[in-house]
């Protein structure tokens, strides 16, 4: 063989390998985070569907909070699927009642912990199936009967299998 063709080969063929291995990993740093009114999303694996990241002020969101079924952003409409983890943590500033839509399936960790200033019902969805570990602890304020819809398959981090220790799942603890 060539020992310019040879020399080329050693010289070139890593650099292209490192720059296709970075452009791979650069489409999965950057996985798309928008906001839109007054929350954040994030774009789901299947990127048909955006999680509920948090609101724009973070702790210091005031008024009435609104998570939508759908939103479209730059051509693009995704279904709200979950409200993440942590995502509205002692934020004490909503105010209102809290209507988890249709849409959503999953409630993340601590997704309301800690929060009190909702005073009105608080409603699941009915394709609801996860209320994550903590997600409403220490909260009171909400009005009316809590119902859990039958969707529900894991409540608090636990199957909930209906006749559970409503103080080990600790979704609705405090």
Known sequence: MNSRYLRWKK??????????????????????EFTLGNLNYSVNDDELSVTVTGHVNGPNAIGELVIPEN?????????????????????????????????????????????SGF????????????????????????????????SVTVLGGQRANWGWDMQESYAFSG
């Open 11 to 32: 010289a070139i063929l890593p650099t292209l390998f490192f720059l296709l291995i970075s452009a791979i990993g650069m489409t999965e740093a950057f996985a798309q």
């Open 71 to 115: 939103v479209s952003y730059e051509g693009n409409t995704y279904m709200v699927t979950a409200i993440g983890d942590n995502a509205f943590y002692e934020h004490n500033g909503l105010v209102g009642s809290l209507v988890i839509p249709n849409s959503v399936t999953e409630i993340g960790y601590a997704a309301f912990s800690g929060c």
């Open 119 to 150: 005073n009105g019902t608080l409603t699941l969805g009915n394709s609801l199936t996860t209320i994550g570990s903590h997600a409403f602890e220490g909260y009171s304020g909400f009005t009316g009967d809590l119902v859990i819809p039958n």
